[in-house]
């Protein structure tokens, strides 16, 4: 089987429509990023609080909202979180809710506000930690054990967190669910209706980050960046010519800003996984770049005589059964994990989507033209014409 | 069949089983579930995939900076007394963000000399400068300072270990983190809801035995009073809790000395226990050199008072009856049960240098660790086989060459984590990922090169020479490249991001391995079958 054979199609011919495509889409993302819904860093780098909580039922979104209200949050943002019938909303306090003096009150206050039915005395079951299980256990003493009552009461607790998780995931409707739940002993389950009510909400996930690491982790990802971009235009450099680095670079830097812009214009959170992403996303383009170059380079060899715009449309031609099989493997690859792989993974395999369509299509669009232009202005200007890397080899 | 071929083929199984056993090891048994739980035993997952707890927080470290400064103010003044050198006062202009500056005022010119010379003696960690008008600049050297602070984090580190370890936390992670910025990373498996241990982490616990020169008194000001209206200078004044039998209503304050007799570093044991009223306490004992300190100073004051300090409140004041030597026990208050458990233990583990606060706090519930990883596993699964699949569809024989190479570079990859201990996130799953377009990528330069060769009327074995020499080089520079980025990610990144990195370049190192050598061994043994002029399955 073979889809591309002897293609011979004039890439370079159709530079300035790709110079338009391109120039529309950066600039969407520019405008996007200055004016609209600028640049929509995640918690790990803006500093906030975000609380997942799954509820028993479906939530109802103002009566949460209510709840905030209520407990004086009034610039949490509410949605909905994954798939519709898992029932989970993240509530999103801003920095300013979020104090290195006391790290965790924002996630303490929506807790509280949220158990609104809670019975005096009683604790939430749903929201109970293994120690506080465990503690309430050891005093109740409901299974009269000996010595061994603290190892013993260790183990009930986790059985019954282990039930409320993994089975139940993360809420009990009722604590008569532990009835014949694997490892719960009858005794302490009967036990707990006297210490333990139950909200319908449990807390599934946490994160707090503080204004002060947020601050660091941008200047860490910028820092990350740009000495990857750095460290790709000395090997090309040395691979190569100097022009092929800063090509690669250019086009690298088109890449991230098209890809940067799209989240920007979808408002998608850039966490620091996005932010893997993109690095991955720079090697890949480059990647794909260097291949176009290797052919480039060697096909200047056999084709002395020729156009040097004729020698890099033979060589895209070469690749272009290459470019297009590896293209679309790795976003088979990819696009699966869009699809299947969960909420957790959807900003990451958004960044790797986008990345791959455009890091395929810049390596021909843009790469390759940066060099036939940087010849034809060195032959304008009256210079011997460069771009004849023979280093390699 | 020739000899390289064997010793190739050798190789290959070689590195098979090595990297085999790095996954499983030995398992118990061969069934489903006695592999799965060996894997289990070698890939370590990280907290995204497991549930647990990840806390950043950050050293003080200008707390143990503090307590130097004081303590070279304390001994300059000593010194100076001793060697009978006026000066107007010693002062610490910026305690919160400079506190190793001491500026020393209003010494005579004719003792510079002798100042001087106190200064090497006796602190020679400062530098001093200055001299007109007076006055001096004392600093701290710039290389003693930073040696002060590292080890206050290098401290903060041993003694946070020492109280998780106690709490019974498994396998616990605790490592100086970030670049420079005195910040600790502590990671929780397991661990739901982290408010205790925090407690437990972030408490100074500072113990200190001082003399008690008086009250209870009901406020400040009637301390002030009782003493004349000023504080002596080698005393301060702490609040505390209310003795029995002197009720003054509300707070307590003590007049203690400013000097401690002993202090925590010199605890040799802190147990729970109860006092002579049966309420939960703590009793400790004395190291041999604390304990000689101990009896010293209780000689020296047997009918006066000692006060039992924990971070800077009074505790407990009782008269010292007779010579005590290496025994003491802090009471009072209404201390709980778990509180003087707690406290033993915290008092075990060692003194913080420095205080510590939380800058970030991250808790993956079980239940989404476990969604996460069916998920990630999942989309891996299927992304997987559909390129085996498209493989051997489009290249038919070479097809296979692609897929062999493709799940042995799955095998050493992870074969790689499980010999380095490498952790198993969830963006380490999508480096997996990603490895795998590498991998389809090298086997597609390869198998598109040798195709093209063929067309231009090579024969089979020449094309495949051609083809991978041709190939080499471009699966060199994109590998290389690409290892260098994730070498950058490995290095700036943290926790999840870091997975991906190292997966990423376990992924790459296998991947030049298979693709090229594995996979051209393969196809010289189809072409060492093939009579010559038979076509090229690709």
């Known amino acids: ?393 | 069949m020739n000899k390289t071929f064997l010793w190739k083929t050798g190789l290959i199984l070689g590195i098979l089983l090595f990297f085999l056993f790095g996954i499983f090891g030995i398992p118990k048994s061969f069934s489903g579930s006695g592999l799965l739980a060996a894997v289990g035993e070698h890939i370590q997952l990280g907290l995204d995939l497991k549930g647990g707890t990840h806390l950043i927080l950050q050293v003080k470290v200008n707390d143990a900076v503090n307590v130097d400064a004081q303590n070279a103010m304390e001994v300059l003044k000593e010194q100076l007394r001793n060697h009978k050198i006026d000066y107007a006062d010693i002062t610490q202009p910026d305690p919160a963000n400079n506190p190793d500056h001491l500026v020393l005022k209003g010494v005579q010119a004719s003792s510079r000399t002798d100042l001087l010379n106190i200064m090497q003696e006796r602190l020679p960690e400062y530098d001093i400068t200055g001299g007109s008008d007076n006055s001096w600049n004392i600093s701290m050297k710039p290389s003693n300072l930073a040696d002060l602070k590292s080890k206050a984090v290098t401290q903060a580190i041993d003694t946070i270990r020492n109280r998780i370890d106690a709490l019974g936390v498994s396998e616990p992670t605790i490592q100086e983190h970030g670049l420079g910025q005195y910040q600790i990373l502590v990671q929780l498996p397991g661990v739901d809801d982290p408010a205790r241990v925090k407690d437990i982490m972030q408490s100074t616990a500072m113990l200190e035995i001082k003399q008690s020169l008086g009250g209870p008194y009901p406020s400040e000001q009637a301390a002030m009073q009782d003493k004349g209206g000023v504080i002596p200078s080698d005393a301060l004044l702490l609040p505390g809790h209310n003795m029995p039998g002197a009720d003054t209503g509300g707070q307590a304050w003590y007049l203690v000395s400013r000097v401690s007799a002993v202090n925590g570093k010199d605890l040799r044991d802190a147990q729970p226990s109860r006092d002579q009223n049966g309420q939960p306490s703590v009793s400790f004992t004395l190291s041999g050199e604390g304990g000689q300190r101990f009896y010293n100073f209780t000689s020296a004051h047997v009918g006066d008072s000692l006060a039992v300090v924990l971070d800077n409140h009074v505790q407990e004041v009782a008269n010292i009856k007779e010579p005590i030597r290496d025994r003491g026990e802090i009471s009072g208050g209404s201390m709980s049960e778990q509180q003087s458990k707690d406290l033993s233990m915290i008092l075990r583990s060692g003194a913080l240098p420095a205080g510590i606060k939380y800058l970030e706090e991250r808790t993956v519930g079980p239940s989404l660790g476990a969604d996460s990883i069916r998920a990630g596993v999942r989309a891996a699964v299927f992304g997987m086989l559909a390129v085996l699949i498209f493989m051997l569809i489009y290249y038919r024989g070479a097809g296979i060459n692609a897929d062999v190479a493709l799940i042995l570079n799955l095998i050493i990859l992870l074969g790689f984590m499980g010999y380095f201990e490498a952790v198993l996130t969830l963006p380490g799953i999508a480096g997996v990922i990603l490895t795998v377009g590498m991998g389809v990528d090298s086997n597609v330069l390869i198998f598109e090169r040798i195709r093209e060769e063929l067309r231009n009327g090579k024969t089979p074995p020449s094309a495949v020479d051609q083809g991978f020499s041709h190939a080499w080089i471009t699966i060199v520079d994109t590998h290389v490249t690409t290892i260098v980025s994730a070498a950058i990610l490995f290095i700036f990144g943290t926790g999840p991001v870091r997975g991906f990195a190292t997966t990423l370049t376990f992924g790459l190192l296998a991947n030049l391995f298979t693709a090229v050598f594995v996979s051209r061994v393969i196809f010289d043994w189809n072409l060492s079958r093939k009579q010559r002029g038979d076509a090229l399955s690709i």
């Open chain 1, 1 to 393: 089987m073979e889809f591309f054979r002897n293609t011979n199609i004039d890439f370079l011919g159709k530079k300035w429509y790709f110079l338009a495509f391109s120039l529309i889409f950066s600039v969407a993302g520019v405008l996007s990023m200055l004016f609209w819904h600028h640049i929509p860093w995640g918690v790990d780098f803006r500093g906030g609080t975000l609380v997942y909580v799954k509820f028993s039922h479906t939530p109802n979104d103002n009566a949460v909202r209510a709840a905030m209200d209520r407990a004086g949050l009034r610039d949490a943002k509410i949605q909905r979180y994954g798939a519709v019938q898992n029932n989970e909303v993240l509530v999103d306090l801003d920095v300013r809710e979020t104090s290195e003096q006391a790290l965790d009150l924002g996630k303490t206050k929506i807790i509280q506000a949220l158990e609104s039915n809670a019975p005096a005395g009683k604790t939430d079951l749903n929201n109970a930690s293994s120690l506080t299980i465990k503690k309430y256990l050891m005093d109740k003493d409901p299974m009269h054990l000996g010595s061994d009552a603290d190892q013993k009461y260790t183990a009930q607790a986790q059985a019954i967190l282990d039930y409320r998780d993994k089975v139940q995931g993360g809420v009990l409707s009722s604590i008569d669910q532990l009835k014949g739940a694997p490892g719960v002993d009858p005794a302490a389950e009967a036990s707990l209706s006297d210490g333990f009510f139950l909200s319908d909400f449990g807390v599934r996930n946490v994160e707090i980050v503080g204004p002060q690491v947020g601050a660091q982790l941008q200047k860490q990802a910028a820092l990350a960046t740009i000495y990857s971009l750095a460290g790709m235009l000395v090997y090309l450099g040395f691979r190569f010519e100097w022009i092929y680095g800063i090509a690669a670079v250019v086009t690298v830097f088109h890449d991230t800003l098209i890809t940067v812009g799209a989240f920007s214009l979808t408002k998608t959170d850039i966490s620091l996984t996005v932010i893997a992403a993109i690095l991955t996303l720079i090697g890949y383009s480059n990647n794909d770049t260097i291949v176009v170059f290797d052919r480039i380079r060697e096909n200047i060899k056999l084709m002395r005589r020729e156009k040097l715009s004729d020698v890099v449309n033979r060589s895209i031609n070469q690749t272009l059964s290459r470019t297009i099989l590896t293209a679309g493997l790795t976003f088979l690859t990819v696009l699966a994990l869009f699809l299947f792989g969960g909420e957790v993974l959807r900003g990451f395999s958004l960044a790797l989507v986008i990345g791959i369509l455009i890091g395929t299509y810049s390596s021909i669009a843009i790469a390759a033209p940066i060099l036939v232009a940087y010849q034809d202005w060195r032959i304008e200007k009256g210079k011997r014409p460069v771009a004849m890397p023979g280093k390699a080899r």
